[in-house]
């Protein structure tokens, strides 16, 4: 017997059991995004591996360890996406949406990173981004968080997550800024964390997130960033928390909040919750107003976020906030027995769906009995079965059977059947 094989370690299948809780998830999602004026934009998964070089950054963790990178046949270097900003980027720049544009887009599907998998996390993980394009002022950074309250509310989850808020500057005071740290930080080289010690000649602005208890320590007495502030980010991030005063939005200021990519400039922001453990981040997103210049366009403002669709759906599973309904997929199972009984079901079918295109039928296939299938049909879910014998279709009738209440079987005409069926889904 050939030996099995089985899926890479930190890519999961996706189950049809827990399907119907990723639509439900990417239907609010797209729906409100809708709502909003944003528009979808669909990149390969595939890119050329210097875009993430040039855009996230040589001395990254994603770029020195975590990419999917290999030569395709003509030698050239790609890589399987490890997040979706610089495609997005790109694919915009490319197709003229950009010079003196304004764009508001969003996307979703996999992206890729090699690192130890996790409850949360995966080497195959999607995301759902946000990227606009062409807006300088700190409205639009406000609209984006506010967009993410709104969203927070419609999946019942707003009181268990945080925002958390920061401001990076220009490049230039970030680059004053890290010199500072980095002078302060080497006076304490030995007593950092491994990674850390690392990171200090390679980003050391990542030293500031730091999980290790005695760095957090050192970190206590290090250059506050915000002495290092020039006036116009000073003002940007002052407009935007006056923005999400005035519409009642929490905050929490945290200026050891710097993200993991080399491209993000002024506002930074994270929605956290502490009812993942350590999986902690939802949805993350800031301001790059450089990374369209850095890959070949003109200057361009730019403000985005991405979530994580394995750690929201983790989240509202943990808060049990998923409607009951969504579970149930099926509203009527079809069941016919005897000679020709099945051949008139799935054209019954076919006419229902046409009379009422918003049930939800599954037509037994296969033979069988009655018992049988009616075994099948409690076990779909659906709420009745419809049984189709020789009587019946001789008669012009469907007996009726209710498979989620104690209630005596009835019959129906067939000409009825639509409208009926209709009605009674409708009154439960």
């Known amino acids: 017997m050939a030996k099995k094989i089985q899926a890479i370690r930190g890519m999961n299948d996706l189950l049809p059991e827990a399907s119907p809780r990723w639509q439900y998830l990417e239907k609010t999602v797209s729906s409100l995004l809708t709502r909003y004026g944003y528009q979808e934009i669909r990149m390969p998964i595939v890119e050329q591996t210097a875009l993430f070089k040039r855009s996230i950054g040589e001395v990254t963790d994603i770029v020195e360890k975590e990419m999917y990178t290999f030569e395709d046949r003509n030698g050239d ?71 993410t309250v709104r969203l927070w509310r419609e999946l019942g989850i707003l009181e268990h997550l945080t925002l958390e808020l920061n401001t990076l500057g220009s490049s230039a005071a970030r680059a004053e800024y890290r010199q500072a740290l980095t002078s302060y930080l080497e006076g304490f080289y030995n007593e950092l964390d491994e990674d850390s010690q690392r990171r200090l000649s390679t980003n050391p602005l990542r030293v500031l997130d730091s999980k290790s208890a005695a760095t957090q320590k050192i970190l206590e007495n290090a250059p506050l960033f915000e002495s290092y502030l020039d006036d116009e980010s000073r003002q940007h991030f002052t407009g935007l928390c006056q923005f999400l ?138 709420q009745v079965a419809i049984l189709l014998g020789e009587n019946e279709i001789a008669q012009g009738i469907a007996s009726v059977k209710y498979l989620r209440e104690d209630q005596e079987q009835s019959e129906v005409t067939l000409s009825d059947l639509a409208g009926f069926l209709h009605q009674y889904l409708q009154s439960r």
């Open 77 to 147: 270097s790609l890589t399987l996406r490890p997040e979706g900003t610089a495609g997005c980027v790109r694919a915009a720049e490319e197709h003229g949406l950009l010079y003196n544009q304004q764009q508001r887009l969003w996307y979703q599907g996999p992206m890729f990173r090699h690192e130890r998998p996790q409850k949360g996390r995966y080497r195959q993980f999607h995301q759902i981004g946000v990227e606009t394009f062409g807006l300088k002022g700190p409205d639009i950074d406000a609209e984006l968080i506010l967009l």
């Open 245 to 382: 005063d005035a519409a009642g939005v929490a905050y929490k200021l945290n200026p050891m909040l710097v993200r993991g990519l080399d491209y993000y400039s002024k506002t930074v922001f994270e929605w956290t919750t502490t009812a993942l453990g350590s999986q902690g981040t939802v949805c993350a997103g800031g301001r790059y107003d450089a990374l369209v210049e850095q890959l070949g366009g003109k200057a361009t403002p730019a403000v985005g976020f991405a979530m994580g669709v394995e750690r929201l759906i983790l989240l509202l599973e943990t808060l049990d906030v998923f409607p009951a309904e969504i579970s149930q997929q099926l509203d009527i199972y079809l069941a016919a027995s005897g000679e020709g009984a099945d051949a008139y079901a799935l054209l019954l079918a076919e006419r229902l769906r046409s009379e009422q295109p918003s049930l939800r039928i599954l037509t037994h296939c296969g033979g069988g009995g009655f018992k049988q299938q009616i075994k099948r049909a409690d076990r779909s879910g659906a």
